[in-house]
């Protein structure tokens, strides 16, 4: 299906070292994405095929991340299970329409959205690294979590970039916990959208497996180092990281809407 598609060495060498950067970055800030599509693009890929092969790269990172998090008990599964399977359908049914829906609107306004996460995760204030209580379950964050999954997870699922950050950002707001613990909220969705994504991608046919699998690697290795990086330096480190990789995705994509 993808005889078509000859990769030069240099090349794919060049994409395996943006998906390890990518990898690094996404496992703290998010935003893994801004780099390794732009990549897969100027390789020559068509835009499809590129979306499924950066879902194919990224589903391992995502996974490398949420299993490092997960081990470091800063994601707890049970707590979060309507996140887990709203996410998921929200992203299955964001790549079904990812064809339908017009997106010049939303690319307008998206850098300023983005920008003004920015801005709040500059002045919010922080929740202490060593607090890390889970707020109390009720009905309203049952609700909370069912609406942001099924948001985010339809979002991620009609490629948009920046889904990390909206992750951390509204999980901070919403449930008022630290930033590790967002981190492991924030990488585990990453995970089921891009899981669930790849798998409507795979049934269409719009993924260089190959291709896929060798950035794929990369970014696991970029995002086992960007985990535990975050885990050790904790919010000092993750903080700055967030807020530098969130501006330079608001300003990559408002050149790209409005040059």
Known sequence: MFAEFAIEPS?????CAVAFTAGYIDAIA????????????TAGLPPHLALGTNKLAATFGSLTASVTYYRKRLFDPVFWRRSLLFTGIGAALGTLLVDQLSSAALEK????????????TLFNRIVPDDQLELPKQNRR??????????ALGFYD??????TGAFWMVSTMAMYRINLLLTCGVARTMNFISNGVSLAVFLVLGHVFIL???????????????GAHSAIRFGS??????????????ALRLAWQAWS
Do not use: E, H, K
């Open 236 to 249: 000092r480190f993750i903080r700055p990281v967030f807020i530098s990789v969130v501006v330079a995705i």
């Open 157 to 162: 699922g009609v490629a948009g970039p920046g």
């Open 30 to 41: 998010g935003g893994g994405g801004l780099l390794t599509i732009p990549a897969l693009l």
């Open 109 to 120: 306004y998206l850098p300023v959205v983005i920008l003004l996460a920015a801005v709040y």
């Open 11 to 15: 090349v794919l060498l060049i994409l």
């Open 141 to 150: 964050l049952f609700w909370q979590q069912r609406t942001q999954g099924l």
């Open 211 to 225: 291709l896929g699998l060798a950035m794929g690697l990369c970014l696991m290795a970029g995002a086992w180092l």
